[in-house]
């Protein structure tokens, strides 16, 4: 665990200098994904579902907020449904008017959250958005939520129902239409599943603020539960099948992903918990204090080691001169000694004469 939070660690450090790359990175491949799960489900009109539409969009979404990404999906979905029928692009437009309406309304800076729930349908994992932004966020991101889980059935529909939504004439748009929105908003399976994801938001929200430990795995358990259970009821009491495999699947991903938005955001040592209890003149306050879980960066140690030793090649001559030199004025007149016995035996017959 250490290793990984010296790696967070770096991470947020690499982010903090460069968090304009990385935002806009992370912007650009959203939009290329969601242009092209679009053109890739829906993509009725060639001429905006080819790739070359798809990269420039996404290039073009880039330099811009996100909730243009959101304004460009939706232009394109109306492409597609243009190509279809004029019954499909009228009742799709209305939808999505009223959507926006409450989408601007109440939640204009949550328009990746409504990119991301098709995207999650699509990955069969649908339920991590809802755990996700109910582990970070406000519960005014279920409009949001709402808003993407029936923008994506009212794909799926479509998608299905395409061949037989090409009637002319008044009756024919005017019977189509009403077709379309009964077939959508009458759909069992997409109220299950939009309750299930709005009661387990709830469920998460209300548990990871509160002050028990292990708060945010708790809650990702609860709401995982209760987005199954009532996808169970749902499938009993209504007869809506409900594939389980998926279901489980999508719960461990979602749980997975709970845990590493707690390693990101709510890293925390619960071991080192404290209850502080103080007043004030009207109030007596009983404060959890929790500490940040922080790992201290390992030290660096640089040992320099040389590569060779370089020697040193003298010639006799001149180490002779140099010996010369550091002896005595009376050394240097007479004979040379070989030892140091030598030496001191002639510097005394020296001060004999």
Not at 241 to 246: A, L, M, R
Not at 335 to 353: D, F
């Amino acid at each position: 665990m250490d290793g990984i939070f010296v790696m967070k660690g770096k991470f947020q450090e690499i982010y903090a200098k460069h968090s304009i790359v990385f935002d806009k990175g992370v912007q650009f491949a959203l939009a290329l994904l969601v242009f092209y799960l679009i053109n890739n489900n829906v993509g009725f009109m060639k001429a905006a579902a080819s790739p070359v539409v798809t990269l420039a969009l996404a290039v073009i979404c880039t330099f811009f907020p996100t909730v243009m990404t959101a304004v460009a999906a939706t232009a394109l979905i109306l492409a597609h449904m243009y190509a279809v029928s004029i019954a499909a692009l009228a009742v799709t437009a209305v939808v999505f008017l009223i959507m926006y309406i409450f989408y601007f309304r109440l939640t204009p800076k949550m328009a990746v959250v409504v990119l991301l729930m098709p995207a999650a349908f699509v990955f069969q994992i649908p339920f991590a958005v809802p755990l996700a932004y109910a582990l970070v966020s406000t519960p005014v991101c279920m409009v949001a939520v709402v808003c993407g889980t029936i923008v994506y059935f009212m794909m799926e529909y479509v998608k299905k129902a395409a061949p037989g939504l090409t009637g002319k004439g008044l009756s024919g748009i005017m019977s189509q239409s009403s077709e379309y929105l009964k077939q959508v908003f009458q759909d069992k399976e997409m109220w299950i599943i939009i309750a299930a994801f709005l009661i387990a938001f709830l469920v998460v929200y209300t548990i990871r603020r509160q002050s028990v430990n292990h708060a945010w795995k708790v809650a990702a358990l609860a709401g995982v539960t209760v987005n199954a259970v009532v996808n169970i009821v749902g499938d009993i009491v209504l007869g809506v099948h409900t594939s389980y495999t998926s279901l489980v699947a999508g719960s461990v991903a979602a749980v997975v992903i709970g845990l590493v938005l707690e390693l990101m955001f709510f890293a925390v040592d619960y071991t080192k918990s404290e209850s502080l209890q103080y007043e004030d003149d009207e109030y007596y306050y009983y404060v959890k204090a929790i500490p940040k879980l922080s790992v201290a960066k390992p030290e660096k140690t640089v040992k320099r080691i040389s590569g060779r030793r370089e020697t040193e090649i003298m010639d006799t001559e001149s180490v002779r001169n140099r010996r010369r030199e550091s002896a005595g004025p009376a050394d240097r007149g007479g004979a040379r000694p070989a030892v140091r016995s030598g030496t001191e035996h002639g510097r005394g017959n020296a001060k004999l004469h």
